[in-house]
């Protein structure tokens, strides 16, 4: 196959549009951030974002490459089906329950990340720690992004990969790092646009394509595969339970999400973005979901791409832009890959924001450097932001599995940060002991657990662990178990180490973690931010 020129120009321009719209954004935020605080400015856009770039940023943050890709594939593998895609209604119910329960509490108290909770419950270090488990998730959702916008271009273009992985990077990178939430939400904006667009345009032709026939007939009956609706065998419910469950729990504590509602002019708004959006992400499932059903509907000897079938091939994964070049007019084809790379840009920046804005508030600027300045704490950001986009652009060259990668993603988030977060808000009394015991246990059964998709066996094999081709499957629900778990653990330890030291059973002086007070005292800095204008973080005040 040639080099497809169009698609490189058409690509080329759309990338181009998206830098100038970032670079144009972050002019606009340095003219608004005259007597605000620039850190503010950089990590929750001066908490002033309106409800119609909020909600644009919002939903363009969930519906990303991974997403609109593995929906796609999750409908047409023969094995899976529509019944099997739970993203869509996952992510929808998440982000209603955390408008519901969490935006509130999180606003409340000036917030600036997902983590000041935890340090201000927990305290400074065993926050540090906590850091750990959304670092690697937001690491591996950027490179699962990178690495579905790889596999598109190769296939439609027929450039490397790698090019396009480093092209993407470099651009999510520069202008994020020059206009902070500005940029990305404002480059939000023209994503969305360009997502919702292209894909509804593809659709038409590719439904009508000679090759394909009814998907209405096919979602029931036999044709060229098993029916696109799917089926849940009963031996595969704990898992499917247990997948929904993550998607809908380990979706909330993420700080892409919170940076969204912390930055919204106000709470009322705040729950507004965070319900629209979970729609917006319902809807924008809808072309992917036609874009599978129209795969297991065609016979691919029809087409340019011939038997066997992309199942067969092992290309199910690319099943998406394999739709869009061999179903769809090239002119056409070219404006749906222009949709799937504005769907990885879109969530690319706002995994690459989260991660730079937690290590330079929450462990450069009370851990590593107290006394930083607010131009300082914004260097520390954007070095870590650049740091922590190469390591990820490097993880995609190494990416076989867009799905597995993108679903592995939040695992810890979910096993171990969401526990942590409900006990931080909803039981402030709870302690860093438990949080602690938590974290160990929470870590230890999930590794001993296994993961197929790294090729690691399980130690522990809970009830119906089967093997399967070599490979050990878990069809117990033990993410959701191991969160559960994890949950009990810290209000247990935690309830039983006051109680220890309350009773005297322990020795006043082996409390290291000081849960029984009289050496610190933490000061929410919202009660002197409106006199001194202060960044707003958690200050601790020493005693003796």
């Known amino acids: 196959m040639a080099l497809n020129i169009p698609g490189l120009v058409s690509v080329s321009v759309f990338f181009t549009l998206t830098l100038a719209t970032g670079i144009w954004a972050s002019w606009k935020s340095r003219k608004d951030q005259q007597n605000r605080n620039p850190t503010e400015m950089a990590m929750v856009g001066g908490r002033n974002i309106n409800i119609f770039l909020g909600l644009f940023s919002a939903t363009a943050t969930w519906v990303g490459g991974a997403y609109i890709e593995s929906t796609a594939e999750i409908v047409y593998l023969p094995s899976k089906g529509l019944l099997w895609v739970q993203a869509p209604l996952g992510f929808a119910l998440s982000l209603a329950i955390g408008g519901f329960f969490f935006v509130n509490p999180m606003r409340s108290k000036n917030y600036m990340t997902v983590m000041d909770p935890l340090q201000e419950t927990y305290g400074n270090m065993m926050g540090a720690l906590l850091f750990i488990p959304p670092l690697l998730g937001e690491v591996f959702w950027f490179a699962a992004i990178l690495a579905s916008l790889g596999a598109t271009m190769r296939v439609i273009l027929d450039i490397g990969g790698s090019l396009a992985i480093t092209i993407s990077a470099c651009t999510v990178i520069l202008y994020t790092l020059q206009g902070g939430l500005y940029s990305v939400a404002y480059t939000d904006v023209i994503q969305m646009v360009f997502i919702t667009l292209s894909l509804w345009i593809c659709i038409p032709f590719a439904l009508v394509n000679s090759a394909t026939e009814s998907i209405y007939y096919t979602a029931t009956h036999q044709s060229y595969q098993d029916p696109w609706i799917g089926k849940i065998e009963k031996h595969y419910l704990g898992r499917w339970l247990d997948d929904f469950f993550y998607l809908v729990l380990g979706s909330i504590p993420w700080q892409t999400y919170f ?270 931010e409106k006199q001194e204008r202060l960044p707003t973080t958690a200050l601790e005040e020493k005693h003796s």
């Open 259 to 528: 940076q969204r509602v912390l930055s919204a002019a106000s709470t009322g708004q705040a729950r507004l973005i965070s319900y629209l959006s979970g729609l917006g992400c319902f809807a924008m499932a809808i072309p992917s979901v036609l874009t599978g059903a129209v795969a297991a509907s065609t016979d691919w000897n029809q087409t340019s791409y011939g038997l066997p079938s992309p199942f067969a091939r092992g290309e199910s994964a690319m099943i998406l832009p394999l739709v869009l070049q061999h179903l769809c007019p090239a002119y056409i084809s070219i404006t749906g890959l222009g949709a799937i790379a504005a769907a990885a840009m879109s969530s690319a920046d706002s995994a690459l924001l989260s991660t730079g804005s937690m290590f330079a508030h929450n462990i450069y600027r009370k851990i590593l450097r107290k006394k930083a300045s607010e131009t300082e704490v914004l260097w520390a950001m954007r070095t870590s932001m650049l740091v922590f986009g190469a390591g990820a652009a490097g993880l995609a060259f190494y990416s076989s599995s867009v799905y597995d990668l993108w679903f592995l993603s939040g695992e810890l988030v979910y096993a171990l940060l969401f526990p942590q977060l409900c006990c931080a808000l909803f039981a402030p009394s709870t302690n860093t002991y438990g949080s602690a015991a938590g974290f160990l246990v929470g870590l230890l059964l999930r590794l001993l657990a296994g993961e197929p998709a790294l090729s690691i066996p399980p130690v522990i094999r809970y009830p119906a662990c089967s093997l399967v081709n070599g490979t050990y499957s878990q069809l117990f629900p033990f993410k959701t178990f191991t969160m559960l778990l994890t949950l009990g653990t810290i209000l247990a330890v935690s309830y039983l180490a006051k109680a220890l030291f309350q009773r005297n059973l322990l020795p006043r002086s082996w409390d290291v973690c000081n849960i029984m007070g009289g050496t610190s005292i933490l000061i929410p800095l919202q009660q002197v």
